[in-house]
C-alpha cells in the first residue's frame, strides 16, 4: 500500500503542471478545445487553429473549419449563426465538398428568412444557384437565381452592393440558359450584366464579354463572338488575367476556325496554349491542345496534329489524375475526421480520469478504488474507440477500391477512344506518318493488356477475403457477371457508378438487381439488398 501511495505522489507534479509544459503549444489548442463548455469558446479555439493552418496547409484548416461547422449549431439559431453558415459553406466549395457547402449554405437561408432580412436571403439564394451550377444541376440554379431576382425587386433600400449582386444574379442566370441551349434567353440575361458593370472593372468586363462571346458562337454568329472575345482578351490582358486570357483567346480561336480562316485560328489557339503552358490550368491547356490538332487535321499537316493529340492524352490522363487525387484526399479527410473525433473523445476520457485522481488523493484512499474502476473503464473505452477505427479503416478501404477501380476502367475508355481516333488519322496521313501512328497505337494497345478484373478481385479479396466463398456457399447459381456485380454491391456504389464502370446503362443494372435479388431469394421481402450482402 506505501508504495502505491509513494507512485501516487510521485505522479502528483506531472498532473498538476507537467502536462501543460510538455505539450507543443498546437496541442494545448486542441486540449483547451476538448475542456471548453460553451460552443462560442470551442468556435474561438476552433479559430485559432484555422488562422494557424491557413495558406500552410489548407486540408488541415478545412477539417478545423469542418469541426466549427458542427459547433454552430450548437449555437443560438440567430444571424451570428447564419453568418458562420455562409462562411463555412464558402471553404467547403473551394475544396470541392459541394454536399456541405449546399447543407450550410440552406441553413443559413433558413435563418434568414425567419428573420426576414431580404439582403441576407438574396445573397444565400444567389449562393446556392452558385454551387448548383457547379455541379450541373441546373433546374435547380435557376429556381435559386430567379428567387434571388425577386427578392432584389421588392428589396426598396438598394445600394452599390445590391447592384453588384445583381450583376452576378443576371450573369449566373445567363450562365444556366446557356447550359440550357437557350442562346436567346441566355444574351438577354448576359447584356442585362453587362449594361451594369462600371467601364474601369476590367475583371468584370472581360467576364461578361467572354460569355456573350461563348453564346454568339454557340449561335453561329462568328462576326459578334469575335467581336466579344477580342474585348474580352483586351480587357484580360490589361489586368495580366492569364486564366481569363486563355479562355478568350480559345473562344476566338474557334470563332476564326468555323469561318475558315485558319491561320488567325492557329494563332490565337497557339497562344491559348502557351499561356496555359505558362501558368498551370489543365482543363484550359487540353481545350487549346484539341483545339490545334484540330486546326492542323484541317491543314492536313497530320505530323503536326498527331503531336498534339500525344500532348492532349498527357494532359486528359492528368485531369484524370488530379481527379482522383482530389476525391483520394476527400476519402482521406473523412477518415482523418472520424480519427479525430474518436481523438478528442479519447482526451475527454483521459482529463477526466487526471482530475478523478487528483480527488482521490485528496479525499481517502478508499477512493483509490474509484480510480482502478476508472482505469478499467477507460481500457474498455480504448477497446471501443480502437474497434471504431478499424471500421473507419475498413469504410476507407472500400472507397479507395471503388476509386482505384473506376481510374482503371475511365483511363481504360479514353485510351481506347484515342486509339480509335489515331486509326481514323491514319487513313488521312502520308506512309511516313503513317508508320509513327501505328507505333504510338501499338504501344497504347499494349498499355491496355492485362485482366483488370483480377486485378480489381486481387485486391478486393484483400479486404474481404472471406466474400466469394461466403457467396457461393449461400448461392452456387450466381453467373459470374452476377457474382461481379454482388462484389460493386458490396463497396456501396450506386446503379449509376456501376453503369459507369461495366460500360452499360443504369437501367441494365437496375434490371440485373432485380434478377439478383431473386437468385437470392429476397424478391418478396422488404430487405436491403446492399446491406444484405454487407452481411457476407
Not at 31 to 56: C, F, H, M, T, W
Not at 423 to 447: Q, T, Y
Not at 528 to 533: I, K, T, Y
Request: glycine share 2%.
Amino acid at each position: 500500500m506505501s508504495r502505491i501511495l509513494l507512485i501516487i505522489f510521485i505522479l502528483i507534479p506531472y498532473l498538476l503542471f507537467g502536462y501543460e509544459v510538455m505539450v507543443p503549444q498546437k496541442e494545448q489548442l486542441i486540449i483547451q478545445l476538448a475542456q471548453a463548455s460553451k460552443p462560442i469558446e470551442k468556435i474561438d479555439v476552433l479559430r485559432g487553429l484555422v488562422n494557424y493552418y491557413q495558406n500552410r496547409d489548407n486540408k488541415i484548416a478545412l477539417e478545423y473549419t469542418c469541426e466549427i461547422s458542427d459547433f454552430i449549431e450548437a449555437m443560438p439559431q440567430d444571424s451570428l449563426a447564419a453568418a458562420e453558415y455562409s462562411k463555412t459553406s464558402i471553404m467547403f466549395f473551394q475544396f470541392g465538398i459541394y454536399d456541405q457547402a449546399l447543407s450550410m449554405l440552406l441553413r443559413a437561408l433558413d435563418i434568414y428568412t425567419n428573420l426576414d432580412d431580404r439582403k441576407a436571403i438574396m445573397s444565400a439564394q444567389n449562393n446556392l444557384g452558385g454551387v448548383y451550377l457547379r455541379i450541373d444541376k441546373v433546374d435547380e440554379a435557376l429556381f435559386y437565381f430567379m428567387n434571388a431576382l425577386t427578392n432584389y425587386k421588392k428589396n426598396s433600400s438598394k445600394d452599390g452592393a445590391a447592384d453588384s449582386l445583381l450583376y452576378t444574379i443576371y450573369n449566373n442566370i445567363g450562365l444556366v440558359y446557356e447550359c440550357k441551349q437557350d442562346c436567346d434567353s441566355s444574351l438577354y440575361y448576359l447584356n442585362k450584366a453587362y449594361s451594369m458593370i462600371d467601364t474601369s472593372n476590367y475583371y468584370k468586363l472581360g467576364q461578361c464579354c467572354n460569355n456573350i462571346a461563348r453564346v454568339h458562337l454557340n449561335r453561329d454568329d462568328l462576326d459578334k463572338s469575335l467581336y466579344y472575345g477580342n474585348k474580352a482578351l483586351n480587357y484580360r490582358s490589361a489586368i495580366c488575367d492569364y486564366e481569363g486570357m486563355a479562355k478568350s483567346a480559345i473562344v476566338v480561336a474557334n470563332a476564326y476556325m468555323r469561318a475558315g480562316d485558319l491561320d488567325s485560328a492557329l494563332k490565337y489557339a497557339n497562344e491559348a496554349e502557351s499561356i496555359t503552358d505558362r501558368h498551370r490550368s489543365l482543363v484550359n491547356r487540353c481545350n487549346a491542345l484539341e483545339l490545334l490538332s484540330d486546326i492542323y487535321e484541317w491543314k492536313k499537316e497530320y505530323k503536326l496534329a498527331n503531336r498534339y493529340i500525344r500532348e492532349l492524352l498527357k494532359s486528359r490522363i492528368n485531369i484524370i489524375n488530379d481527379s482522383i487525387i482530389s476525391r483520394s484526399n476527400r476519402i482521406d479527410f473523412e477518415y482523418k475526421m472520424g480519427k479525430r473525433i474518436a481523438e478528442i473523445n479519447l482526451e475527454n476520457e483521459k482529463s477526466s480520469h487526471r482530475f478523478q485522481t487528483y480527488l482521490v488523493l485528496v479525499i481517502s484512499l478508499v477512493i483509490i478504488l474509484i480510480i482502478l474502476y476508472a482505469l478499467i473503464y477507460n481500457r474498455n473505452r480504448r477497446i471501443k474507440l480502437e474497434k471504431e477505427s478499424l471500421i473507419y479503416d475498413l469504410e476507407y478501404k472500400n472507397k479507395k477500391l471503388a476509386t482505384n477501380v473506376m481510374f482503371l476502367m475511365k483511363n481504360s475508355e479514353m485510351v481506347k477512344n484515342v486509339i480509335s481516333r489515331l486509326i481514323k488519322l491514319k487513313l488521312k496521313a502520308k506512309r511516313e506518318v503513317a508508320s509513327e501512328i501505328d507505333s504510338i497505337r501499338f504501344d497504347m494497345e499494349n498499355s491496355l493488356k492485362g485482366d483488370l478484373w483480377n486485378e480489381f478481385n486481387m485486391h478486393f479479396n484483400e479486404v474481404h477475403f472471406k466474400f466469394y466463398n461466403k457467396l457461393k456457399e449461400y448461392c452456387s447459381e450466381l453467373s459470374p457477371n452476377e457474382i461481379k456485380l454482388c462484389a460493386l454491391l458490396r463497396l456501396n456504389l450506386s446503379s449509376k457508378e456501376i453503369a459507369a464502370i461495366r460500360g452499360i446503362s443504369v437501367k441494365s443494372v437496375e434490371v440485373m438487381r432485380v434478377r439478383l435479388r431473386k437468385k437470392l431469394q429476397l424478391s418478396n421481402t422488404d430487405t436491403n439488398l446492399v446491406s444484405f450482402l454487407a452481411d457476407f
